[in-house]
């Protein structure tokens, strides 16, 4: 049994308990019996109650903002029972913006979250807010403590996964802003520029390899990895081409048939797995895909790539949660 049916084989044996430890404030062992289950999980995922949005309690288990864990709360989620009248469960925090008229209890101060303002500037390249955080009690606040607020602040407002999804870089200020704007007003913010990206795009890219060779790189755009919880495993489809420029690019009768390969391999992937990009440079192409572990697409891929006639095409299929084969693709 793997970690994740362990635990939901568990829950049903401590539901109630934890349904009266949350209206008593008497826990017993339980705050022992979670932290143990989750970590066997992984030990780096992270748990807690809060109030349900569609039910009377939510059960959420969070990656804690690191992408390479994302997939592991998605599949516990996937696996959970159904939601009822008491019960939800979130593989990610949810936005509870109303958070910010409670008062927040940190480094023995008390504080209003809603007194936070912020600098939110759009980077058009990178397709993000990046942020300057301020709050009245920061100059009395350790830095460590100042960071741990904003990122609260964040989480309550836009929930865990748009912040990955949109945030960028986050930095503190211990002196207002003068152009600072109420946090409350970040998630009408985050909803204009998510407007701007709800159509498909495509962005070309353009770089050299350690030889000088010329790459030409297109990618989707913006790329989020928190849209595909699942794709964990990457595979390289690599396919030279003999139709090439005296720069070792391709020939409009080598885009040709990579487009067309391109379109086919669309056919055998979706939806279980995505093309997030392709690169070309000194006499390939190498197709970037991700699938979901647990579904793989690669059978089907290896099938299409043995059709490849301009060389001999290779897949290459490796465990990247993180997204890192890309890192090199995104602005």
């Given at each position: 049994?793997?970690p994740?049916?362990?635990f939901?084989?568990?829950?049903?044996?401590?539901?109630?308990?934890?349904?009266?430890?949350?209206?008593?404030?008497?826990?017993?062992?339980?705050?022992?019996?979670?932290?143990?289950?989750?970590?066997?999980?992984?030990?780096?995922?992270?748990?807690?109650?809060?109030?349900?949005?569609?039910?009377?309690?939510?059960?959420?288990?969070?990656?804690?903002?690191?992408?390479?864990?994302?997939?592991?709360?998605?599949?516990?989620?996937?696996?959970?029972?159904?939601?009822?009248?008491?019960?939800?469960?979130?593989?990610?925090?949810?936005?509870?913006?109303?958070?910010?008229?409670a008062?927040l209890e940190?480094?023995?101060?008390?504080?209003?979250?809603?007194?936070?303002?912020?600098?939110?500037?759009?980077?058009?390249?990178r397709?993000?807010?990046?942020?300057?955080?301020?709050?009245?009690?920061?100059?009395?606040?350790?830095p460590q403590v100042r960071?741990?607020?904003?990122f609260?602040?964040?989480?309550?407002?836009?929930?865990?996964?748009?912040?990955?999804?949109?945030?960028?870089?986050?930095?503190?200020?211990?002196?207002?802003?003068?152009d600072?704007?109420?946090?409350?007003?970040?998630?009408?913010?985050v909803?204009?520029?998510?407007?701007?990206?709800?159509e498909?795009?495509?962005?070309?890219?353009?770089?050299?390899?350690?030889?000088?060779l010329?790459?030409?790189?297109?990618?989707?755009?913006?790329?989020h990895?928190?849209d595909?919880?699942?794709?964990?495993?990457?595979?390289?489809?690599?396919?030279?081409?003999?139709?090439?420029?005296?720069?070792?690019?391709?020939?409009?009768?080598?885009?040709?048939?990579?487009?067309?390969?391109?379109?086919r391999?669309?056919?055998?992937?979706?939806?279980?797995?995505?093309?997030?990009?392709?690169?070309?440079?000194?006499?390939?192409?190498?197709?970037?895909?991700?699938?979901?572990?647990?579904?793989?697409?690669?059978?089907a891929v290896?099938?299409?790539?043995?059709?490849?006639?301009?060389?001999?095409?290779?897949?290459?299929?490796?465990?990247?949660?993180?997204?890192?084969?890309?890192?090199?693709l995104?602005?």
């Open positions: 049994m793997s994740i049916e362990a939901w084989a568990w829950w049903p044996t401590v539901r109630f308990p934890v349904e009266r430890s949350i209206a008593t404030g008497q826990w017993d062992d339980l705050p022992e019996q979670l932290p143990r289950r989750v970590h066997e999980i992984h030990p780096e995922l992270a748990w807690e109650f809060i109030r349900g949005q569609r039910a009377q309690h939510a059960l959420c288990i969070t990656p804690e903002g690191k992408p390479e864990l994302r997939a592991l709360t998605e599949r516990w989620l996937r696996a959970a029972p159904a939601t009822d009248a008491t019960w939800e469960y979130h593989s990610a925090r949810p936005a509870t913006p109303e958070a910010l008229s008062t940190i480094a023995g101060r008390r504080l209003n979250p809603g007194q936070t303002r912020l600098r939110v500037e759009v980077d058009e390249d397709q993000v807010l990046d942020v300057v955080v301020w709050h009245p009690a920061f100059r009395k606040l350790p960071g741990t607020v904003a609260l602040v964040l989480d309550w407002l836009l929930g865990e996964d748009d912040v990955a999804r949109w945030i960028g870089r986050v930095e503190i200020a211990t002196d207002r802003p003068l600072g704007i109420p946090a409350s007003s970040l998630p009408a913010v909803e204009q520029v998510s407007a701007m990206y709800k498909p795009r495509w962005a070309l890219l353009s770089g050299s390899t350690a030889t000088g010329p790459v030409v790189a297109t990618v989707r755009f913006p790329l990895r928190v595909y919880p699942l794709a964990d495993q990457h595979v390289a489809v690599v396919l030279p081409y003999r139709d090439r420029t005296g720069q070792r690019l391709p020939t409009e009768t080598a885009l040709d048939a990579l487009n067309e390969f391109e379109e391999l669309l056919t055998v992937i979706e939806p279980a797995g995505v093309l997030v990009g392709h690169e070309s440079a000194n006499g390939r192409r190498i197709m970037h895909v991700y699938q979901d572990a647990s579904a793989p697409v690669t059978d290896s099938e299409l790539a043995r059709s490849w006639r301009s060389g001999r095409a290779s897949v290459a299929v490796t465990n990247d949660p993180g997204w890192a084969h890309i890192a090199h995104r602005p």
